[in-house]
Nanobody
């Protein structure tokens, strides 16, 4: 699985951006996709996740009500709509995909893939 993010940039506080993550390869085995971010000097943190059918989403408390995660399985693309951006949202945003493969034994193995990241900078 290969992941390519786009849509980052510089925006003023209160503004909006939409990130995209295009997946290619064995996309039919992707179970969960998500957005993570890493600010300078900080650990990478979860922003939001979404299941393969899009039926279940999960958000970090810091972005609830402002960010919306979605995916278009036909286009193999995941999105993150970010509204009411704050300076503390400044970070490199990474796309992650988790493939689930069922072994002949019945065991389920998870494989994680990451994109290269896209910079989001929010000025005050």
């Amino acid at each position: 699985v290969q992941l390519v993010e786009s849509g980052g940039g510089l925006v003023q506080a209160g503004g909006s951006l939409r990130l995209s993550c295009a997946a290619s390869g064995s996309t039919f085995t992707i179970a969960v996709m998500g957005w993570y971010r890493q600010a300078p000097g900080k650990q990478r943190e979860l922003v939001a996740t979404i299941t393969s059918g899009g039926g279940s989403t999960n958000y970090a408390d810091s972005v609830k009500g402002r960010f919306t995660i979605s995916r278009d399985n036909f286009k193999h693309t995941m999105y993150l709509q970010m509204n009411t951006l704050k300076p503390e949202d400044t970070a490199v945003y990474y796309c992650k995909a988790t493939r689930q493969v069922v072994a002949t034994s019945g065991a389920i193995h998870d494989y994680d893939y990451w994109g290269q990241g896209t910079q989001v900078t929010v000025s005050s």
